[in-house]
């Protein structure tokens, strides 16, 4: 059973940086392609920065691009969210979440493609 765990969230003011991480007890996950989704109070959950299977490649949500950086640890089981520049827009609950193989831009994007996810971490970010 592939658990995923996420960790780093809380509360920090307009401008700051926070540094998400994502957990596995997968031993390869290089093989699953992972993404960070996240979801405001009343809205969809949305897809924000997503690495695809064995780093082939690397997406982002035009409203985080320069801001967040989504990499994976040289271990390989972890994946973080560098998040910087916070605004409170992106104040939401946090999801980590992987399916083993490969996806370019579009299908990365795709909440559907995603089969194990995690319990999501908490950020608000202060005006």
């Known amino acids: 059973q592939v658990q995923l765990v996420e960790s780093g969230g809380g509360l920090v003011q307009e401008g700051g940086s926070l540094r998400l991480s994502c957990v596995t007890n997968v031993r390869t996950f290089t093989d699953y392609s992972t993404a960070w989704f996240r979801q405001a109070p009343g809205k969809d959950r949305e897809f924000v920065a997503a690495?695809?299977?064995?780093?082939?490649?690397?997406y982002y949500r035009e409203s985080v691009q320069g801001r967040f950086t989504i990499s994976r640890e040289s271990a390989g089981n972890t994946v973080d969210l560098h998040m910087n520049s916070l605004k409170p827009e992106d104040t939401a609950v946090y999801y980590c979440a992987a399916f083993k193989g490969f996806c370019t831009d579009v299908g990365c994007r795709d909440r559907r493609l995603y089969n194990y996810w995690g319990q999501g971490t908490q950020v608000t970010v202060s005006s």
């Open positions: 690495i695809s299977r064995n780093n082939r490649g690397i």
